[in-house]
């Protein structure tokens, strides 16, 4: 008989793959399908050692080479399928055994982008949404642990949103110790290699760095990569990407800021400098006005003559006019005793003094305080100048004239002084005026400082990216899966039983899976059966795979579910949408 080759083989899909790798599982029902077997052989128990141990020793033998069988198929339709497809194969999950990573439905699944580099020379692959793929010289090893020589193919996708991660069917549940989360992403690249259709390896010592553009701008987010063996995701370290970019941030804002403190600042200061100035040359001009009050000539009222008293006593003095000046005018004076003198004795005047002395008195120029002094006898008077008779008439008329004299003085004086006084006020007010026009140029200055620098600001925030969009470095030491993520527990506060109806048929939908979308965070919670559970408050949508269609409800339609206290969900199919971002408008996100 001749041998038959089939050629046209259907490519094994890698979920076909990924559903066998449960090898704990192949051995044993090996094991228990040889048993059962060299049971119904009548020698087994004849040979019951040596069979057994056959047996086990096959067992081995069969699995390692199911092992590399299976391992090699992935390699090379894997290989094929991605050269020839642009989309990762539609394949349907095997039954009873479904695949670990299971696109909801294939079509809309996120492409691979093939890029083509030189080991020999490395490269910096830009992404079709700019991020960086860096890949070093020389990076590269076969299976065999040998170096890569020549072009390796690298197959490269990205996922953003809700939409990319509800399409690709990777699972964004994460299990530590017990306790499952579910995962809110800043964003999951999907990265392998190959040469001539065979996976290649990344050394040791060299790795692929990943520069991820993520519109998710937390810094709060863990490094996972997804084992597709033991079906979780293994955390690798904190997510510091963010800390050079903010070192970059506050570097780019201390510069901007010294920048803008320079803008106009000569302009600042010397405004503020005059403003200043001014309180000094106010201080000044008042000092010039006292001073110049103070130079005017002191005018001194001549004192008013006063008549002698009859019956008043009095006393004539010998009065040294050099010594009192201000008595001249009392030349021919007598002094007449004061009323302050309560204790007088008028047997004073009877005594023939051996002295007298004359000093100013308690009003100065008025009246003078007269000492008499005989032997230890002595008398102090408080005494007043008078005239009498005719040299009362001429002193009169002398000290008129000198009054006239003095009230001109005066007048003089009382112009001269209204004079500086206008000059200093009309000084005064210009230098406020001044201080008012520089301090409102100062305001306009300053608002013109502070609006040169927002326009700047916003500028060169908008050249810098602000906060819109930041990088996140992956470190890509092994092909696959990389996700940035944060954990989140399932809403708690509330639950919906609800059933799901068509917007067509209006029958109800038995759901094979049914996505939670939130839409304050980057997380869809895939859902169990059973009540969907939420927190009032939150924004949500739902999208619901059934008979391997697609059915939204959205958020607009949730919320007044939630809020009429209703368990029917209506729901609309997406059978017109061709791609993920399709997927994401009708969300509608």
Not at 135 to 160: M, Q, S, T
Request: proline share 4%; hydrophobic share 35%.
């Amino acid at each position: 008989m001749e041998p038959k080759f089939n050629l046209n083989r259907q490519p094994v899909s890698d979920e076909e793959i990924n559903s066998k790798k449960d090898f704990g599982e192949l051995i044993k029902q090996f094991k228990k399908q040889s048993i059962e077997k060299a049971r119904t052989d009548e020698n087994f128990f004849k040979n019951k050692k040596v069979t057994y141990s056959t047996i086990i020793a096959g067992v081995a033998v069969l699995c390692t080479v199911t092992y590399f069988a299976v391992f090699n198929q992935e390699s090379s339709k894997k290989i094929a399928h991605e050269k020839t497809i642009t989309k990762p194969l539609n394949s349907k999950p095997v039954l009873g055994n479904k695949s670990y990573i299971s696109p909801p439905v294939s079509k809309l699944n996120i492409p691979y982008s093939t890029y083509r580099v030189k080991t020999q020379k490395g490269a910096t692959i830009i992404h079709n949404n700019s991020s960086k793929i860096i890949i070093p010289k020389h990076a590269f090893l076969d299976k065999k642990g040998n170096d890569i020589v020549g072009d390796v193919e690298i197959k490269y996708r990205e996922f953003h949103n809700q939409a990319d991660i509800i399409v690709s069917g990777i699972p964004m549940t994460y299990d530590s110790a017990g306790v499952q989360s579910h995962f809110e992403s800043a964003g999951m690249i999907d990265i392998k290699g190959y040469q001539n259709n065979e996976p290649v390896y990344i050394k040791p010592d060299k790795k692929i760095t990943v520069e991820f553009i993520s519109e998710q701008t937390a810094d709060k987010y863990n490094m996972y990569f997804l084992d597709t063996i033991s079906k979780n995701w293994a955390y690798i370290k904190r997510d510091n990407s963010l800390i050079q970019y903010k070192k970059e941030l506050e570097n780019k804002n201390a510069s901007l800021t010294h920048q803008l403190t320079n803008l106009n600042t000569q302009n600042i200061f010397e405004l503020e400098k005059q403003i200043k100035e001014i309180p000094q040359k106010l201080e000044q001009a008042k000092n010039d006005y006292s001073q110049k009050i103070n130079q005017l000539p002191k005018i001194t009222s001549p004192n008013k003559l006063a008549q002698a008293t009859e019956g008043k006593p009095k006393f004539e003095l010998d009065v040294d006019y050099k010594e009192f000046p201000e008595l001249a005018v009392f030349k021919h004076a007598v002094f007449e005793v004061g009323a302050e003198n309560k204790n007088y004795n008028p047997k004073v005047g009877d005594i023939t003094w051996s002295s007298a002395e004359i000093s100013q008195g308690p009003v100065k120029g008025k009246n003078y305080e007269l000492t008499l002094k005989l032997k230890d006898k002595v008398e102090k008077l408080i005494v007043y100048p008078v005239l009498t008779g005719t040299n009362y008439e001429k002193a009169l008329k002398v000290y008129e004239s000198k009054f006239n004299e003095y009230q001109k003085l005066i007048l003089k004086r009382e112009t001269e002084e209204l004079r500086l006084k206008n000059e200093f006020e009309t000084k005064q007010a210009t230098y406020k005026n001044q201080e008012k026009q520089l301090s409102d140029r100062l305001v306009k200055e300053k608002i013109k400082q502070a609006q040169q620098k927002e326009i700047k600001l916003d500028k060169d925030f908008k050249e810098l990216g602000t906060l819109d969009k930041v990088t996140r470095i992956f470190e890509i030491s092994k092909f696959g899966i990389y996700n940035s993520d944060c954990t989140n527990q399932l809403p708690q506060n509330a639950t919906l039983h609800a059933f799901f109806i068509t917007n067509k048929e209006k029958i109800h939908l038995k759901t094979q899976a049914v996505y939670l979308i939130c839409h304050s965070k980057n997380l869809v919670y895939h859902l169990p059966n059973g009540p969907i559970p939420y927190n009032p408050g939150e924004v949500y949508s739902i999208c619901v795979l059934a008979n391997n269609k697609l059915y939204m409800c959205d958020k607009g339609t949730f919320a007044t579910v939630i809020a009429s206290h209703t368990n029917k969900i209506l729901l609309t199919e997406l059978d017109n949408i061709q791609d993920a971002f399709e997927l994401k408008k009708a969300i509608g996100i």
